[in-house]
C-alpha cells in the first residue's frame, strides 16, 4: 500500500467532494502523520488542483465522458503521479488507484485499470494554440476567467501572466535576529533567497522548519502582504485599526509602527488566529474585537490615525498558492463581493481622523475589486487624496500611485495596493 497516494486521496476528496480548504485539510492531516512523506502527499495535492483541468484534457483523450466524481477524483491523482512526477513506478499508481476505487464503488475498478493504463501509456499533447480554450488546458485556468483576462489586458499580457513560474520557495518575514537567523540558514545548509527588506526572504520552508534552533524565529507572510503594512509610518502615538485583520499578519506589523492596535473580523474563530499571532509573537499593543467591517461603528468616528482595510477579495492574484479558489469562484461572487468591498472603504473613511492615512488592499489582480473601489470612493470623498504606494523596489503596475503586482511584473503573486489621506 503507498501511503501517499491514499492520504493524497482522502484530502483531496474533502477538497473536491466536501468543498473544505486544502491549507486547512494539509494543516489537519500533518498533525497525525505517521511514516508518510508528507511533503510529497503536499505535493501531490496541491499538483492535482493545479493541473486539473489540464488533466481533465488529458483524461478526455482516453475516457469519453467520466461521469462518476469519485472515478474522475482517482483518475486525476493517477494521471498527475504518472505525468508529472517521476517517483512512483507506473504500475503502483495504476495498482493503487485501482484499490481506492474499489473503497468507493467496485464496479468501476476495471475501468479505472484500462483508462489510466491508457493515459500512461499515451503521449497526450496539449493545445499550442492562443485561443481562450487552447490557454486554458495549457495553463489549467478555467476559460470563463481567461477570457476576463483576454479582455482586461490584452492576449499577450495574459500569456505571460498566465505562464510565468514564481520560485517554490517560500516568503518569509524574520523575527527577532537576522544576522543570526541567516547564520544558522547556512550552518544547515538551507536553501534562501534575500527579497526586498533585510529581515524578509524566499527560503526551503519544508527543510527551515526541520530546524528546532529556528522555531519560532520567522513567519510564513507574502512579500506583497508585507509592503501593504509597511506603507504605514512609524508613529509612536498613532492609533490604528485593522479591520479585517485575520490571520494577522498586516495587523502584527502595524503593531510595531503605532502605540496600540485594534483587531477586527467578523468570525470569532479567524480573531483567534490574529490573537494566537499575537500572543506567538509577545505583542501586547493589540485589541481583538468581533466586529463586521461593513456595520458603521458610531463610536470610531474619527478616532483612528491609520486605518488597513484588506478586504475579502476573489483571491485570484493567489491562486498559485490557493489553486482550490477555481474551484468555486465565479463572477457573480466576484459582484456579491464588491458591494462588501465598497461598505468596507466608506466606513473605513469615516473612521479616520483628519490627515489619516487609510490603506486599501487585495490579493485581485482584477480592477473591479481594485482601481475602480478606489475611484469611486474617491469620487464620493472629496476630502479624501491618493498617496503613492512604496513598492520598496519591486516592480508594479502604477495607476495614479495606486499599485498592482503581477507575477511576470513583479514576480510575487498577485496583489493591490492603493494609500489615501484624509485631507
Known amino acids: 500500500m503507498n501511503r501517499e497516494i491514499w ?15 486544502m491549507s486547512i485539510e494539509l494543516n489537519k492531516y500533518e498533525k497525525k502523520v505517521v511514516g508518510e512523506n508528507f511533503a510529497l502527499i503536499t505535493k501531490i495535492c496541491y499538483g492535482v488542483l493545479e493541473r486539473d483541468i489540464t488533466l481533465e484534457y488529458i483524461i478526455s483523450k482516453c475516457a469519453k465522458k467520466v461521469k462518476d466524481k469519485e472515478a474522475m477524483l482517482v483518475l486525476k491523482i493517477g494521471t498527475y503521479i504518472g505525468k508529472y ?20 464503488n467496485k464496479h468501476l475498478a476495471g475501468f479505472v485499470n484500462a483508462t489510466l493504463k491508457n493515459i500512461l501509456s499515451s503521449d497526450i499533447l496539449l493545445p499550442g494554440g492562443n485561443s481562450s480554450f487552447d490557454l486554458s488546458i495549457r495553463y489549467s485556468i478555467p476559460q470563463r476567467w481567461v477570457e476576463q483576462y483576454i479582455k482586461l489586458f490584452g492576449l499577450e499580457f495574459t500569456k505571460n501572466m498566465l505562464s510565468y513560474n514564481l520560485t517554490m520557495l517560500t516568503h518569509i518575514r524574520i523575527i527577532g535576529n537576522v544576522h543570526s537567523f541567516f547564520d544558522i540558514c547556512d550552518k544547515n545548509n538551507i536553501k534562501y533567497t534575500k527579497s526586498a527588506f533585510d529581515d524578509t526572504c524566499y527560503i526551503d520552508y519544508q527543510h527551515v522548519r526541520s530546524i528546532k534552533e529556528l522555531a519560532n524565529k520567522y513567519v510564513v507572510q507574502g512579500l506583497p502582504s508585507i509592503i501593504t503594512a509597511r506603507n504605514f509610518e512609524k508613529n509612536d502615538n498613532a492609533t490604528a485599526l485593522d479591520m479585517c485583520s485575520a490571520p494577522g499578519g498586516k495587523t502584527m506589523i502595524l503593531c510595531g509602527l503605532v502605540k496600540n492596535v485594534v483587531a477586527c473580523d467578523v468570525y470569532p474563530h479567524r480573531l483567534e488566529l490574529v490573537k494566537n499571532y499575537a500572543d506567538k509573537l509577545n505583542i ?13 461603528n458610531s463610536e470610531w468616528q474619527g478616532k483612528f490615525d491609520y486605518v488597513l482595510c484588506d478586504v475579502p477579495c476573489s483571491g485570484l492574484g493567489v491562486v498559485s498558492k490557493k489553486p482550490d479558489i477555481f474551484l468555486s469562484r465565479t463572477l457573480d461572487n466576484v459582484n456579491e463581493l464588491n458591494t462588501i468591498q465598497t461598505k468596507i472603504i466608506e466606513n473605513a473613511g469615516k473612521y479616520l481622523k483628519p490627515n489619516g492615512i487609510l490603506i486599501y488592499s487585495t490579493c485581485s489582480i482584477l480592477p473591479c475589486e481594485n482601481e475602480k473601489i478606489v475611484s469611486k470612493f474617491l469620487e464620493n470623498n472629496s476630502d479624501f487624496k491618493l498617496c503613492d504606494v512604496n513598492s520598496f523596489g519591486v516592480k508594479t503596475k502604477d495607476d495614479n500611485g495606486m499599485k498592482t503586482f503581477y507575477p511576470h511584473i513583479s514576480d510575487t503573486e498577485g496583489f493591490f495596493i492603493a494609500k489615501l489621506e484624509k485631507k
Do not use: G, M, R
Open 7 to 21: 492520504a493524497s486521496h482522502f484530502i483531496l476528496s474533502n477538497v473536491y467532494l466536501n468543498k473544505s480548504y
Open 85 to 104: 512526477l517521476d517517483s512512483i513506478p507506473n504500475y503502483t499508481i495504476v495498482n493503487e488507484c485501482v484499490n481506492l476505487i474499489k473503497q468507493k
Open 284 to 296: 501586547k499593543n493589540i485589541t481583538c474585537l468581533v466586529a463586521d467591517a461593513t456595520k458603521y
